[in-house]
């Protein structure tokens, strides 16, 4: 069954410090991939998503993932974690062409002071 | 920028209600879909849409129903509400074609007495 792994769901990170947040994928076939944020009382926002073409991508808040195929990884770095990160975050994945997204469980983020 | 609004962020119903969750959507988006998010659980699919009047049940639809008349609103009904339907709801919309990220309302936080 195709599903989608994030490992931890907890992180917490000092401010400042880097932050990688884990995704992993089983699929036969490439998927399109997503990383989601939810801040506290509000729905999932678009951070990236990658699809085709360069597997590094750059998101919204100095956020990038990288498309690792031989590993099937879709992590989520941010090199200086800021205090406005805690949140929850979510990877998900588009598999077989078609319209539904699988979401990972979530990881939520804690930034230290 | 896309708006997807959901009718009411907070909602208490008690046991035995018909309950109506409201979504509309203002980018003339084909796809809509409802989740339902808890803690540990990540989003599970509840139902979903390609078009005006079509569903399709997600992964969860025991307990749900769902109602679209017109492209712009997709409405999640729960029957006869019990107290396992607490929880936040949440849902999106997508254009067509199979890299398309969903957009997010705010959701819905509902409780059942």
């Known amino acids: 069954a195709q599903s989608v792994t994030q490992l931890g769901s907890h992180v917490s990170v000092s401010e400042g410090a880097l932050v990688l947040l884990r995704c992993n994928y089983s699929?036969?076939?490439?998927?399109?991939l997503f990383w989601y944020v939810q801040y506290p009382n509000q729905g999932l926002q678009l951070l990236l998503k990658?699809?085709?073409?360069?597997?590094l991508v750059k998101g919204i808040n100095g956020f990038e993932a990288e498309f690792k195929k031989s590993e099937t990884s879709f992590h989520l770095t941010k090199p200086s974690a800021h205090m406005s990160d805690a949140a929850e975050y979510f990877c998900a994945v588009i598999m077989n062409r078609d319209d539904k997204i699988i979401f990972g469980k979530g990881t939520r983020l804690h930034i230290l002071p | 920028d896309v708006k997807v609004t959901q009718s009411s962020r907070y909602l208490v119903k008690r046991t035995g209600e018909k309950v109506f969750l409201e979504c509309v959507q203002d980018?003339?988006?084909?796809?809509m879909f409802w989740y339902r998010q808890d803690p540990g659980l990540g989003l599970r699919l509840i139902y979903f849409?390609?078009?005006?009047?079509?569903?399709e049940k997600g992964d969860i639809p025991e307990g749900y129903s769902v109602s679209r008349e017109k492209k712009e609103r997709f409405s999640l009904i729960l029957e006869s509400a019990s107290t396992n339907q607490t929880s936040m709801y949440l849902c999106?919309?997508?254009?067509?074609?199979?890299?398309?990220?969903?957009?997010f309302g705010d959701g819905t936080r509902l409780s059942i007495l």
């Open positions: 980018m003339d988006h084909e796809n």
């Open positions: 699929s036969s076939v490439p998927p399109y």
């Open positions: 999106a919309s997508s254009p067509q074609g199979e890299n398309q990220p969903q957009h």
């Open positions: 849409s390609y078009d005006v009047k079509m569903k």
């Open positions: 990658y699809t085709t073409g360069a597997t």
